[in-house]
């Protein structure tokens, strides 16, 4: 938090400082101007979150240095100092938008007041900040925002990005696993809210399988400052979620080189994404830069047999012995057809076959003893029972639904969260609730947008955007399909006191 002094006298100057230690800012925070001229130079310079101006001052006084400098910093907070006898300058200071005017000589406990209450105010701004950073940039990812090519460009235009895709390898069940990343995100979110500052913005992002992603951009003023502190972030939740070995819940960050635009990142998370397996063969539970993966990439062997190892371990937490031992030979049959994987290659899978699965399996064996070790847990699916299982996946999938309604929620990426493929628990939850997901979702909407609709502080803009969707053309159209009448239809019966008379159809 830069703070601007502007004062021609000395001692007015060292006795406001004095204060402003007292109230817990450090020195190196505090610029100071002896005039009005210094004063628009260093606001221009510093851009200082606070500003204490001496009405009277050389050159150029406060209230015209101040007029000219909240141009260059428009988001600077604006204190005049003045006396009695310049009672009537402060009405004209308060006319041109200074935040409050000081009488002097100055009470330490009004500075101390203004200091609490500025830095809650400005924690609050970049926390609305960063959720409006999050809604925009998941409505332009998911070809769903009502701004223009040209407002889209502007979001991040002259800015830098960096993303982490965190891919969780885990031996807990689907609830349990859920459980834990649910937890996890709100760690994550916690370091972000607390390390956020002006020169960067931070968001968890939602990409389109599902997988949760993490976004962090700077602006090309003050750029330096702006990825020190965001590198700072993510090293910060780095230290924090990648868990070391065998706690049967790693993490792994998947990070991609620094992006000129959203397009060229979202690029690199389709990268990233179509080789995110190679972690079987570099080592989970750490962070991975998109460069770290090249030359594994650029070797097509690596990427088979990683995605075979991946896939086999996915089939086992699921229980499906089928899928389970045709991977298998699949795996067996393309190491063999490699000859020998090279020892390297071998010790890491064998690591994460002992971390994934109910085994113990060394780089010194040979591939029959895999087979055999491995065959055997196969055979140990036969004895579980999955069906408690499938039925709790169905009740979270319902629960998630009732909580998140409001977001963008796919069935992929509640799948991606409780471990299991799209296609297995989309089956299972059309079997369970006797209609698809999306149209589940849509009706818990319905219900929720027709009881918003009774509320007469709410536009149906609001309550469109309240229930999910961008769009309030869309919403009317899903709104009259599910109903059989308009939302405005709704907003006439509730002003009559009455029930509509059409027959609701809720499939």
């Known amino acids: ?26 020195l190196e925070a505090m610029k100071e101007a002896i005039n009005g001229e210094e004063l628009v130079d260093l606001a221009c310079l510093h851009k200082p979150l606070l500003a204490f101006v001496d009405i009277r001052m050389p050159r150029l006084n406060g209230l015209e240095a101040i007029k000219q400098a909240k141009l260059l910093s428009p988001q600077t907070r604006w204190f005049i100092l003045t006396g009695l006898s310049e009672f009537q300058h402060a ?19 009004e500075i101390h007041t203004i200091i609490t209450k500025v830095t809650r105010e400005q924690r609050q701004h970049l926390l609305d900040r960063n959720k409006q950073f999050a809604m925009d940039l998941t409505a332009i990812y998911h070809g769903v925002s009502p701004l223009s090519q040209e407002e889209q460009d502007d979001i991040l235009q002259h800015a830098c990005l960096i993303g982490t895709i965190f891919c969780i390898d885990t031996t807990l ?82 990070q991609t080189s620094f992006c000129s635009s959203y397009k060229d990142l979202f690029y690199q998370f389709n990268w990233l994404q179509q080789f995110s397996s190679l972690r079987v063969i570099y080592g989970i539970g750490k962070k991975i830069q998109q460069r770290d993966l090249l030359p594994y990439a650029d070797t097509t062997r690596f990427l088979a047999i990683s995605k075979l190892v991946s896939t086999l371990t996915d089939y086992y937490r699921q229980s499906m012995y089928v899928n389970y031992m045709s991977t298998l030979d699949r795996f067996m049959k393309a190491c063999a057809e490699e000859c020998a994987i090279d020892y390297g290659v071998k010790k890491s899978v064998a690591e994460f076959f002992s971390q994934m699965l109910p085994c113990q399996i060394s780089p010194q064996q040979d591939l029959a003893d895999w087979y055999q070790i491995l065959k055997d847990c196969g055979e140990h699916l036969l004895h579980t029972q999955p069906h408690k299982e499938a039925v709790g996946l169905v009740e979270w999938v319902i629960a998630t639904i009732e909580q998140e309604y409001h977001a963008n929620i796919s069935i992929a990426q509640i799948a991606v969260k409780l471990g299991v ?65 308009y939302p405005s239809t709704q907003r006439k019966k ?14």
């Not at 938090?1 to 450090?26: T, V």
């Not at 009405?91 to 406990?109: F, M, N, Q, T």
């Not at 536009?459 to 769009?471: R, T």
Request: with cysteine; aromatic share 8%; proline share 5%.
């Open 494 to 507: 509730r002003d009559k006191n009455t029930t509509p008379a059409q027959v609701e159809q809720q499939p």
């Open 421 to 485: 493929s799209p296609n297995y628990l989309s089956t299972l939850f059309h079997k369970k609730t006797g209609m698809t997901f999306v149209r589940y979702v849509t009706k818990v909407r319905m219900l929720k947008a027709k009881e918003l609709l009774n509320n007469p502080s709410l536009q149906v803009q609001q309550v469109a955007e309240q229930v999910g969707y961008y769009s309030v053309r869309h919403f009317t159209k899903v709104f009259t399909e599910f109903f059989g009448y």
């Open 1 to 26: 938090m830069n703070i601007l002094i502007a004062d021609d006298e000395h001692l007015a100057r060292m006795s406001l400082k004095s204060m402003l230690q007292e109230a817990g800012l450090p």
């Open 91 to 109: 009405h004209e200071a308060l006319r041109i938008g200074v935040s409050d005017y000081l009488l002097k000589p100055i009470d330490p406990a």
């Open 173 to 254: 069940s689907a609830i349990e696993k859920a459980t834990r990343q649910d937890s996890l995100l709100q760690t994550v979110q916690s370091i972000i809210d607390e390390m956020v500052t002006p020169e960067f913005k931070m968001t968890v992002f939602v990409l389109s399988n599902g997988e949760i992603a993490l976004i962090g951009t700077w602006g090309s003023e003050d750029a330096d400052q702006g990825m020190q502190h965001c590198l700072k972030c993510l090293y910060q939740i780095e230290q924090t979620v990648c868990c070391p070995p065998d706690t049967g819940f790693d993490v792994t960050l998947l």
